[in-house]
């Protein structure tokens, strides 16, 4: 079983940066890409950013420029920079892991709120 643990969400004011962690526990886990997605209140989860384990990072557009994406393979984390926020990145963000063989596992989420 895989488990998928995430920190650094919070209130943050337009303008202003924070950081989301994401640590993957799991025996013989062999990971293809780690990622983020987020979900706004009354839309579908979506995509903003992946790492592969050879370094392909793939970025939404909305956040290209704004967000970093980094990866630690030898600790199996991920972690998300995020900064000049706008209350538009207001979403609950997921942590995201597709293994080797192609399976899927979701974080519990954290709530990122971006308001003055």
């Known amino acids: 079983q895989v488990r998928l643990v995430e920190s650094g969400g919070g209130l943050v004011q337009p303008g202003g940066s924070l950081r989301l962690s994401c640590a993957a526990s799991?025996?013989?886990?062999?990971?293809?890409?780690m990622g983020w997605y987020r979900q706004a209140p009354g839309k579908q989860r979506a995509l903003v950013a992946t790492?592969?384990?050879?370094?392909?990072?793939n970025y939404a557009d909305s956040v290209k420029g704004r967000f970093t994406i980094s990866r630690d393979n030898a600790k199996n984390t991920v972690d998300l920079q995020m900064n000049s926020l706008q209350p538009e990145d207001t979403a609950v963000y997921y942590c995201?892991?597709?293994?080797?063989?192609?399976?899927?596992?979701w974080g519990q989420g954290t709530q990122v709120t971006v308001s003055s």
């Open positions: 799991g025996r013989k886990l062999s990971i293809y890409y």
């Open positions: 790492i592969t384990s050879g370094g392909t990072i």
């Open positions: 995201h892991l597709c293994t080797a063989a192609i399976q899927y596992y």
